[in-house]
C-alpha cells in the first residue's frame, strides 16, 4: 500500500513537474514575446517600483532619453519631468498613487539640454510595488500643432487685416463668410451674408459671364479675371478676382479686389498720353526727348523745321552737335542742370544748313530714368525785334524828353504813367510824385483863362481832341493845355506849355501896337485941334473982358473946359511922338514927397490922407524925374477920386533886391473886379465916368521906357495896390533900341 501510495505521489509530483515545465515554457514563451514586443514597441516603455526609481527600460526608451538602457536604472523617472513645476508634479503624482493611473502631456528635458514633449501614461497593475510607465515622443505633433495653431491665427489675421475683400461661399455661390474689406466694398453687412450670393449684385450679361467663371471653377478648380457689379445703392463696380477650391470642405475663396479707381486711372492715363502726342505732335514749338548722352530719341515736326532736318536724320543725332561753342555758357548750364533736374535758358544754335538760330529752351527730367524732355523756340525774331524795340524806345525817349514841350502820358482812367523832365518842371513836381496824380488832380491846380471856372470841373471825357485852353496859377503863370486820345491802346497824350512869357510879350506887342495907333491918331488929332483951340481960347479972353456980371460963370466953366481938352492933348501929344528924355540920378523918395506934397491939398478936400512909408537906404536910381512924378501923380489922383467920402493912401518904398526898388500905393477903395484889372492901361480904358483912360496909358508906357513894370493887385471891396519896379541902374542898350 505503501508501494503504492508512493507511485500515486511520484505520479502526481511527474505529472506537477511536467505541468510546471510546461507552465515554465510557456512562461518563458511569454517573456519572450514580451520582450520581443518591448524591444520592438515604438513608444517607450519604463518598468518602475513605487518610489519612482526605474528597474526596466526598452530600448525605444534608451532612444528617446537619449541615453544606454542600463543607465536608466535606478534613475528616477521624475528626473527627466524637473521642467513641470514640483507643486503641479507632487499633485499628480498624489493623484496616481490614489488612482493607480496617469495620463499628461508634458514637456522634457534630456541629459543633453534638448527638449521634447511626450505623452506621458503610468499604470499600476504588474504587482504591488510595480507600476509601468509608456511615453511617447509627440514633439512632431506638438510642432504640427503649433504651426497650424500660427497658420490659423495667422490666416484669420490676413483674413480680418486684409485691404482685399476675402470670401467664402459654397459650391451654389451662396457666401458663408466674408472679412470687413469685402462687406465695405458691397455695402453690405456680415449679419446679411448667409442670404446673399454674387447673383444678386449682376445683371444683364454680367448674369452670363459668372456663369462662365462658375464652370471654369469647377472644371478647374481655379479661376481669376474681372468681374463688374452693381451695388444695391446702383453704384457699379470693377472687381479684380481670384477663386480657389478647397476639395476637403467643399468650400470656395476669393479674394476680390476693387480696381474701379484703377481702371478710372488707366482711363485718365490713357487720355492724358493721347493728349500728350496731340500736344506733342501738333506743337508749334520744337519737342524734343533725349538720352543721357544727349542722343535725341524722339522728335516732334516743329523739332525738324528748326534744326533744318528731316525726323530719319534728326532721331539719333547728339543734341550737342547744334550747340555753338560749348564751352563757356554750355558747361554753365549743364552744371545747373545737372544740380536742379531743370532748366530755362537761351543759347546760340546752328543748324544743320549752317543757319545760327537763337533758341529759348527749358528743358527737364523725365519721370523715366534716362530720359529728358526739351522744348525749343526759335526767339531770332523776337530778339531782333526787341532790339529794334529797343532802339525805338530809346529814339522815342530821347524825343520824349528833348521835348520843348512838357508831356504827359495817361491812361484812359487818366492815371499818369510817364511825364517828361519839362513837364516836371512846369507843374513843379518831381518826376515820382507826378505819377502819383491823375490829370483832373493836375488841373485842379489852376484855372482856365477867360473861363472863370477851376479846371477840375472840366469833364475831359466831353472834350475834343487837341483843343488846347489856357491855365492860370496861383503865381501868374499861365500854360497852355490839350491832349490827344489813344495815341496808342490805353495811352493818351497830354501837352503844357508854359506860355507865361510869350502871353506876356503877346500882350505887350499889342498894347505897343495900340500906342502906335494911338499915338497917330493921337498926333493927328491934337494938331488939327490944337489951332482951333488957340483961337477959341483967345477970343473966350477977349469976350471974357467985355462982358461982366451974370455971365462969368459960364466963361470959367468954358475956360476949365478948354484947359481940360488941352490936357488932354498934351497926353495926346506924350503918346504920339518920342520924347527927348534926359536921364539923370535922382531920389525917388524925394519926388514922391514932393508929389504927395503937390496933392495934399486935393487930398484934404475929401478927407484922405496920404501917409508915407520911406524906410532909409534907398539908393539914388537913373530916371527923368518929371515923368516918374507924373506917373506918381496918375496914380495918386485915381487913388483920391476912388475915396470920396475919405479914407487913407499908404506909399512904401523899398528895395525888392540889388537892382530894383519896389513903390507900392495902396487905397481904401472900392476896389477893381478881376475882369476890369486885365485891361487897365489900355488906351481909353477907364473905371472912372469922366476918364480917358490915358493916364493910366501914359503911366504904363513911361514905367516901360524906364525899364521897369507895373503889377496890380486889386479885391473888390478893399482897395488897390499899384506895386512899381524900378531898376537903380538902366540898360543903356536896351534903352536906345527902345528909342
Known amino acids: 500500500m505503501a508501494e503504492t501510495l508512493d507511485l500515486q505521489t511520484n505520479e502526481s509530483l511527474k505529472e506537477q513537474l511536467k505541468r510546471m515545465k510546461e507552465e515554465n515554457d510557456r512562461l518563458k514563451s511569454d517573456l519572450n514575446r514580451y520582450h520581443v514586443i518591448m524591444n520592438n514597441t515604438l513608444d517607450a516603455i519604463f518598468i518602475c517600483r513605487k518610489e519612482m526609481k526605474i528597474v526596466q527600460a526598452n530600448e525605444a526608451a534608451a532612444r528617446m532619453m537619449q541615453i544606454e538602457a542600463e543607465n536608466l536604472i ?81 490666416f484669420k489675421d490676413l483674413f480680418d487685416r486684409a485691404v482685399d475683400g476675402i470670401v467664402l461661399f459654397d459650391k451654389d455661390g451662396g457666401f458663408i463668410d466674408a472679412n470687413l474689406s469685402f462687406c465695405k466694398s458691397f455695402e453690405i453687412g456680415q449679419n446679411e451674408l448667409s442670404h446673399l450670393s454674387l447673383r444678386h449684385f449682376t445683371d444683364g450679361e454680367n448674369k452670363k459671364h459668372l456663369k462662365e ?58 487720355k492724358s498720353e493721347e493728349r500728350f502726342r496731340e500736344i506733342f505732335e501738333n506743337a508749334m514749338d520744337a519737342i524734343v526727348i533725349w538720352s543721357d548722352d544727349g542722343k535725341i530719341a524722339k522728335a516732334n515736326e516743329s523739332a525738324c523745321r528748326i534744326f533744318e532736318l528731316p525726323m530719319d536724320k534728326l532721331v539719333e543725332t547728339n543734341l550737342c552737335t547744334f550747340i555753338v561753342d560749348p564751352q563757356k555758357k554750355y558747361k554753365q548750364i549743364k552744371k545747373k542742370y545737372e544740380k536742379y533736374g531743370e532748366i530755362r535758358e537761351e543759347m546760340l544754335f546752328q543748324m544743320a544748313n549752317g543757319q545760327f538760330k537763337e533758341l529759348e529752351f527749358t528743358s527737364k527730367r523725365t519721370i523715366l530714368e534716362g ?125 503844357f506849355k508854359d506860355v507865361t512869357e510869350a502871353k506876356e510879350l503877346e500882350e505887350r506887342l499889342r498894347k505897343s501896337d495900340t500906342l502906335h495907333v494911338v499915338g497917330e491918331l493921337a498926333a493927328g488929332i491934337a494938331h488939327e485941334i490944337r489951332n482951333p483951340m488957340t483961337a477959341l481960347k483967345g477970343f473966350i479972353q477977349l469976350l471974357q ?87 506918381f501923380i496918375n496914380i495918386l489922383k485915381n487913388a483920391i477920386e476912388v475915396m470920396p467920402g475919405g479914407g487913407n493912401i499908404y506909399v512904401t518904398i523899398q528895395s525888392s533886391d540889388q537892382d530894383h526898388i519896389l513903390i507900392s500905393i495902396q487905397d481904401e477903395g472900392t476896389g477893381i473886379s478881376e475882369d476890369k484889372l486885365k485891361r487897365l492901361g489900355e488906351p481909353f480904358y477907364t473905371t472912372k465916368d469922366r476918364g480917358t483912360g490915358l493916364g493910366l496909358m501914359v503911366s504904363y508906357k513911361i514905367i516901360e521906357e524906364h525899364q521897369g513894370r507895373i503889377h496890380v493887385e486889386s479885391e473888390e471891396g478893399k482897395g488897390t495896390v499899384f506895386h512899381l519896379t524900378l531898376p537903380i541902374r538902366q540898360n543903356t542898350e536896351e534903352r536906345r533900341s527902345g528909342e
Not at 471653377?217 to 457699379?236: F, Q, T
Not at 517828361?420 to 513843379?428: D, F, T
Not at 471825357?461 to 487837341?466: F, I, L, P
Not at 461982366?548 to 470959367?556: A, I, K, R
Open 74 to 154: 535606478n534613475r528616477s523617472v521624475l528626473d527627466f519631468l524637473y521642467s513641470v513645476p514640483q507643486e503641479e508634479l507632487n499633485k499628480a503624482v498624489k493623484k496616481f498613487l490614489k488612482k493607480g493611473h496617469l495620463w499628461k502631456e508634458v514637456p522634457i528635458k534630456l541629459d543633453s539640454g534638448a527638449t521634447k514633449y511626450i505623452e506621458f501614461l503610468a499604470r499600476d497593475g504588474i504587482g504591488e510595488d510595480y507600476f509601468f510607465v509608456v511615453m511617447r515622443d509627440i514633439s512632431s505633433k506638438k510642432i504640427l500643432e503649433r504651426e497650424f495653431s500660427m497658420n490659423e491665427q495667422l
Open 213 to 270: 467663371i462658375w464652370e471654369t471653377l469647377r472644371r478647374k478648380g481655379n479661376a481669376k479675371g474681372e468681374l463688374p457689379v452693381k451695388l444695391r445703392s446702383g453704384e457699379e463696380k470693377l472687381f479684380e478676382f481670384t477663386i480657389t477650391s478647397n476639395l476637403i470642405s467643399g468650400f470656395y475663396m476669393s479674394i476680390m479686389r476693387d480696381i474701379t479707381e484703377k481702371r478710372l486711372m488707366e482711363l485718365k492715363l490713357f
Open 371 to 495: 530720359q529728358h524732355l526739351t522744348i525749343l523756340r526759335n526767339v531770332s525774331d523776337r530778339k531782333r525785334m526787341e532790339k529794334e524795340l529797343r532802339e525805338s524806345e530809346l529814339k522815342f525817349r530821347k524825343v520824349f524828353n528833348g521835348s520843348m514841350d512838357g508831356k504827359v502820358l495817361f491812361d484812359n482812367q487818366f492815371r499818369i504813367i510817364d511825364a517828361n523832365p519839362l513837364a516836371s518842371r512846369i507843374l513843379g513836381m518831381p518826376d515820382e510824385e507826378l505819377r502819383a496824380y491823375t490829370v483832373p488832380d493836375i488841373l485842379s491846380l489852376f484855372d482856365i483863362e477867360n473861363a472863370g471856372v477851376p479846371a477840375r470841373k472840366i469833364d475831359l471825357e466831353g472834350m475834343d481832341n487837341e483843343i488846347p485852353f489856357l491855365l492860370s496859377s496861383s503865381d501868374s503863370r499861365k500854360l497852355e493845355f490839350s491832349f490827344k486820345r489813344n495815341i496808342i491802346q490805353n495811352m493818351n497824350l497830354a501837352i
Open 545 to 631: 473982358g467985355s462982358i461982366e456980371g451974370e455971365y462969368s460963370l459960364y466963361f470959367n466953366v468954358i475956360t476949365s473946359e478948354l484947359k481940360r481938352i488941352e490936357s488932354i492933348i498934351t497926353e495926346f501929344l506924350i503918346l504920339a511922338k518920342p520924347q527927348a528924355i534926359l536921364y539923370e540920378e535922382k531920389d525917388v523918395t524925394q519926388i514922391m514927397k514932393d508929389t504927395a506934397d503937390l496933392l495934399n491939398a486935393q487930398a484934404n478936400l475929401v478927407n484922405v490922407q496920404i501917409h508915407l512909408n520911406l524906410t532909409g537906404n534907398i539908393p539914388p536910381i537913373y530916371c527923368e524925374p518929371n515923368q516918374l512924378k507924373q506917373v
